[in-house]
């Protein structure tokens, strides 16, 4: 079993840049295909970015693509969310995921397919 937490959430402008970390206990990270999801009120959560068990591959939502990045560090157990040009549609809480996912659409930005759900970071941005 994996235990996640998520941190680094925060307040910032339109235009700034936040890093979400997630940091992994117990189970093998690395065996794991690692996401981020978003939930705004009122909202169902919806998928932001998954990153391949090796790191070597990644897959966007298109309303983040070109201002997010998604990595990992296996040696730290960590994952990483890089998120700039932030917009105040980004509002929302941040979830990381773990799953025994296969690697491909639709699986991988199906919330229903991660096993393992962190208690969330709350990201605002201000207009």
């Known amino acids: 079993q994996v235990q996640l937490v998520e941190s680094g959430g925060g307040l910032v402008q339109a235009g700034g840049s936040l890093r979400l970390s997630c940091a992994a206990s117990?189970?093998?990270?690395?065996?794991?295909?690692m996401a981020w999801f978003q939930q705004a009120p009122g909202k169902e959560r919806e998928f932001v970015a998954a990153?391949?068990?090796?790191?070597?591959?990644?897959y966007y939502a298109d309303s983040v693509k070109g201002r997010f990045t998604i990595s990992r560090d296996n040696a730290k157990n960590a994952m990483y969310l890089q998120m700039n040009s932030l917009k105040p549609e980004d509002t929302a809480v941040y979830y990381c995921a773990a799953g025994l996912v296969v690697f491909t659409t639709p699986y991988i930005d199906a919330s229903g397919r991660y096993d393992y759900w962190g208690q969330g970071t709350q990201v605002t941005v201000s207009s």
């Open positions: 990153i391949s068990r090796s790191g070597s591959s990644t």
């Open positions: 117990k189970g093998t990270f690395s065996g794991y295909v």
